[in-house]
């Protein structure tokens, strides 16, 4: 079956540190897609990432950096030189591809990040 | 605003009450997702049109739960005779086969409080 783990229910830093937000996820299939999203106090999912499987290539994007390691079946987070603006949940989920191309996100539970000024 | 849209975005309603959720997609998307988020908890997945077939419904959606798209356009989630157990956030997100990334886009959603 599928599962996703955030084992980091919250996370306090002070603004400027570095943060490594962690993913664990299970899944029988070689194909399946991993994404991030951001929840900010507002309520909606903000998409940040999707990386595929068979790419294992880090990802950096700004002061956002991704490491999906399939041996590990990880797909960690970082946010290098935090800010407050980066306070919310962020969310770590997996899909396998459907036939039709639809997605159903399998999400983790979540971990909740403030960054203190 | 080309966002997708949900309303209302809080409802408190009492025990036992039917409530109606409505999404309106990205217009140009064909498929509908319906989650569900309780507090602390990630989403869920409750169901799924493309257009305005349901293609797949969880097992989280009883036999008290009906969502609807009727023209492939906006989508409607009522949950009949409420539950406490129903309090959560309804989350509306749509995709397109057509976008590059393909990822689904969220609505803020819908917060359901049953008193």
């Known amino acids: 079956a599928q599962k996703v783990t955030q084992a980091q229910t919250e996370i306090s830093v002070v603004e400027k540190e570095d943060v490594t937000l962690d993913c664990v996820y299970e899944?029988?299939?070689?194909?399946?897609?991993l994404f991030w999203y951001k929840q900010p106090p507002s309520g909606e999912l903000v998409f940040l990432i999707r990386?595929?499987?068979?790419?294992?290539q880090n990802e950096i994007s700004g002061r956002y950096s991704w490491n999906f390691q399939k041996s590990t079946s990880s797909f960690n987070f970082t946010i290098t030189a935090s800010q407050v603006v980066d306070s919310a949940v962020y969310f770590c989920?997996?899909?396998?591809?459907?036939?039709?191309?639809?997605?159903?996100?399998?999400f983790g539970s979540g971990t909740r990040l403030l960054v203190r000024p | 605003d080309t966002g997708v849209s949900q309303n209302p975005r809080h409802k408190i309603t009492k025990r036992g009450q039917n409530v109606t959720f409505r999404c309106d997609p990205i217009?140009?998307?064909?498929?509908l997702y319906w989650y569900r988020q309780t507090l602390g908890q990630g989403p869920e997945f409750l169901t799924y049109?493309?257009?305005?077939?349901?293609?797949?419904k969880s097992r989280l959606l009883s036999d008290r739960f009906s969502a609807e798209r009727p023209k492939g356009s906006f989508s409607t989630l009522e949950i009949q005779r409420t539950e406490q157990g129903d309090s959560a956030m309804y989350l509306c997100?749509?995709?397109?086969?057509?976008?590059?990334?393909?990822?689904?886009?969220f609505g803020q959603g819908t917060r359901l409080t049953v008193v």
């Open positions: 989920a997996l899909s396998e591809p459907q036939e039709d191309s639809s997605y159903k996100l399998i």
């Open positions: 217009s140009e998307h064909n498929r």
């Open positions: 899944t029988r299939d070689t194909t399946y897609y």
């Open positions: 049109f493309q257009n305005e077939a349901q293609l797949e």
């Open positions: 990386r595929n499987s068979f790419d294992e």
């Open positions: 997100a749509s995709s397109s086969p057509l976008d590059l990334y393909r990822e689904a886009f």
